[in-house]
């Protein structure tokens, strides 16, 4: 992988360069310290510390200035005779030969160790990148996959189940759908749907025990078969026979109420003669009455608070 950028691995900006003139200030003054001590010998010493640290902290070019300044200040101060420039032997000569050349060979192998890690940490960071952009491509291909077989799913179901299908919600998106032909039978009037949704239609008491299908808030009823109380015309309750499926999908819980048909049911007002159904394994509605025309369903209005 080409990196081109690998030899900015030091921030940009001037203060670098004042970084670097205050740690050979630290040197000069270290050495000036020792000086009584060490006398003439080892002059450089402290300056080529200097670079090296100039060097691994700001990069090539302070160190460069580092170096550059040392000279003239170490050969000054700490080279015999002292404080003098009017004399150059071949003692300044060898002193500063030897600083330039193990100086500018430690900077170097920094500068080079450093372009390294840098370059090191760029590449990891484009790995990184990729391998989150790999898995937010992973995550859409399952989105869609799952979409997909949520689509066939719920295709087969409503071509299978179509002529009973009275109710379909997502809470999530707030979907709701109820079949205009099973609203017509419960005379219930078309704004009170849009209100109240499926709750218009069920018995108070079975609407607070379906209350889940509702709100996005609480658990929804459990898949299965259930007894629900159903509004008439004549303002009294029928009980039919429902069955409840749930379809799960990344958008939502898809919830399907079915209506099973057969035998006309009788008006009931006893609350305990409303059961949930045993043995059951999905939650879709069914109802015992034939009193369903025989018009094909799935024609009426749906109920939208939201989009799917």
């Known amino acids: 992988m080409e990196i081109r950028n690998a030899r900015r691995w030091a921030e940009p900006g001037a203060k670098r360069y004042v970084g670097a003139l205050m740690v050979v200030f630290a040197a000069f003054l270290v050495r000036s310290l020792l000086h009584p001590v060490l006398d003439h010998s080892m002059p450089g010493l402290f300056f ?33 005779p002292f404080r003098d420039i009017a004399e150059l032997d ?19 192998l920094i500068e080079r160790l450093r372009r390294a890690q840098y370059r090191a940490e760029l590449i990891a960071e484009v790995a990184q990148t990729r391998y989150e952009m790999l898995l937010r ?12 077989q949520l689509g066939n799913a719920l295709m087969t179901y409503l071509t299978k189940h179509l002529d009973s299908i009275v109710y379909l919600a997502n809470r999530a998106t707030h979907y709701e759908f109820i079949d205009e032909h099973f609203r017509r039978e419960t005379g219930v009037a078309p704004e ?18 379906m209350a889940g299908l ?34 799960r999908a990344h958008v939502g819980t898809y919830v399907i109420l079915r209506v ?16 949930p159904a045993s043995g059951a394994s999905h939650t879709v509605c069914t109802t ?21």
């Open 48 to 80: 080529v510390c200097a670079a090296i640290i100039v060097e691994f902290t700001w990069g090539l070019g302070p160190a460069i200035m580092a170096m550059i300044i040392s000279i003239p200040i170490f050969d000054f101060f700490f080279v015999p």
């Open 90 to 108: 071949r003692r300044d000569v060898m002193i500063v030969a030897g600083f330039l050349m193990i100086t500018p060979l430690a900077v170097a």
């Open 137 to 148: 491509a992973e995550n859409e291909r399952m989105v869609l996959s799952d979409s997909v």
């Open 192 to 209: 009170a749907i849009k209100r109240d949704g499926l709750r218009a239609l069920l018995h108070p008491d079975d609407a607070q025990r």
């Open 214 to 247: 509702f709100s996005a808030e609480g658990e929804p009823p459990q898949p299965g078969a259930y007894n629900l109380r159903v509004r008439t015309r004549d303002g009294g309750f029928e009980t039919i026979h429902c069955e409840l499926q749930h379809f």
């Open 260 to 275: 099973h048909t057969g035998p006309a049911v009788r008006a009931v007002t006893p609350l305990h003669g409303i059961t």
């Open 288 to 308: 015992n009455t034939p009193t369903r025309p025989e018009a094909p369903r799935m024609s009426g209005t749906p109920v939208v608070s939201g989009g799917v």
